[in-house]
């Protein structure tokens, strides 16, 4: 398995469609709130898990802002769930932070994914607020 950035339409395409399965589909969120103009800027990177057949099993996006890195929309399909695809999603956001000198990433977490990002070091660091419909709470983490 392995992460890759995405650039081209169909590694865009590939993130868009997992997004739209986790999110639009299995959460019910409506697309108008999902689909952003962030995904139109060539600043935000995005990121794509692939298994060994070629298959997309999970995607995140990640942008630089002037004092943080922001993490977003982070999901992999159900087939990948609980088996690294996640986690490597995150790891490669990481590293491109760092490359990019960026020393503290946030991220709005549904509640019920925290426990998955505090295993990667992340702290809560806001009450809960309403995203889509859905409870998050703001997470950050600084990177060494």
Not at 77 to 91: D, H, N, T, V, Y
Not at 109 to 120: G, H, M, R, V
Request: one cysteine or more; charged letters at 35%.
């Amino acid at each position: 398995m392995t992460v890759q950035q995405v650039t081209d339409k169909k590694g865009k395409q590939d993130a868009f469609d997992i997004r739209n399965e986790v999110f639009v589909v299995e959460q019910k969120v409506a697309p108008d709130l999902e689909w952003d103009e962030f995904d139109k800027l060539d600043s935000t990177i995005m990121f794509v898990d692939y298994d060994e057949y070629g298959t997309a099993l999970a995607t995140g996006r990640f942008r630089v802002l002037p004092e943080y890195g922001k993490v977003e929309r982070i999901c992999a399909r159900k087939i990948a769930r609980k088996k690294g695809s996640g986690r490597r999603i995150m790891e490669a956001i990481e590293k491109e932070a760092i490359t990019q000198n960026v020393s503290l990433l946030k991220l709005g977490a549904q509640t019920t994914a925290i426990p998955f990002y505090e295993k990667l070091g992340y702290e809560v660091c806001s009450d809960i607020f309403l995203d889509a419909g859905i409870e998050h709470k703001n997470m950050q983490k600084k990177l060494s």
